[in-house]
T-cell receptor
Framework: NAGVMQNPRHLVRRRGQEARLRCSPM?????VYWYRQLPEEGLKFMVY????????ESGMPKERFSAEFPKEGPSILRIQQVVRGDSAAYFC????????????FGPGTRLTVT | LAKTTQPISMDSYEGQEVNITCSHN???????ITWYQQFPSQGPRFIIQ???TKVTNEVASLFIPADRKSSTLSLPRVSLSDTAVYYC???????????????FGTGTRLLVSP
């Protein structure tokens, strides 16, 4: 059973470009979470999605950020018009249920904005 | 905001037992205590979870005193590969309240030397 897959692992974007981060949850998991980690800091929750629904996006910046988890295909975290402050590691986790001990994390996507 | 306080860093040697204590003075009745481990350039990984007294699994033990205002993660006979950041989290774990987002602090950076 493959774990949570994220791609790309590394992404470089110039200021003003768009970044698209993909997350394929573990097989059978219908809950997906996105977190952001700045250097030397802990992870910060961004958004929680179930298939075709955003359940909690309280950690998402109001502008430029969006997320989706379509019926088919991976979850996408989209950042429009990136700025240098968006440079971070973005982690996706998936779970079968909603308990903490069931969240499995992917390897992350490291976004660098130049 | 994270509801826990941990030492920023700890040093140890191979073969020693390591105890990392976490303070959570405002823990609520329904809150569980959960520990995650994060290696460099990887997503966090669930280690152990407990509510009271002692919990043990194949990786670690978790000691929780009666007042539950602190907890101690115990790693027996650490090896070099245990060098990582360890996060202590408290919360409802998604049980009674449904989804609960993971709130990470800065964690404890453990360095194991030969």
């Amino acid at each position: 059973n493959a774990g949570v897959m994220q791609n790309p692992r590394h992404l470089v974007r110039r200021r003003g470009q768009e970044a698209r981060l993909r997350c394929s949850p573990m097989k059978g998991h219908s809950h997906v979470y996105w977190y952001r980690q700045l250097p030397e800091e802990g992870l910060k929750f961004m958004v929680y999605l179930q298939k075709e629904n955003i359940i909690d996006e309280s950690g998402m910046p109001k502008e430029r950020f969006s997320a989706e988890f379509p019926k088919e295909g991976p979850s996408i975290l989209r950042i429009q018009q990136v700025v240098r402050g968006d440079s971070a590691a973005y982690f996706c986790a998936s779970s079968l249920g909603t308990s903490w001990d069931e969240q499995y994390f992917g390897p992350g996507t490291r976004l660098t904005v130049t | 905001l994270a509801k826990t306080t941990q030492p920023i860093s700890m040093d140890s040697y191979e073969g020693q037992e390591v105890n990392i204590t976490c303070s959570h003075n405002n823990i609520a009745t329904n809150d569980y205590i959960t520990w995650y481990q994060q290696f460099p350039s990887q997503g966090p990984r669930f280690i152990i979870q407990g509510y009271k007294t002692k919990v043990t699994n194949e990786v670690a033990s978790l000691f929780i005193p009666a007042d539950r205002k602190s907890s101690t993660l115990s790693l027996p006979r650490v090896s070099l590969s245990d060098t990582a950041v360890y996060y202590c989290l408290v919360g409802d774990s998604g049980g009674l309240a449904g989804f609960q987002k993971l709130v990470f602090g800065t964690g404890t950076r453990l360095l194991v030397s030969p």
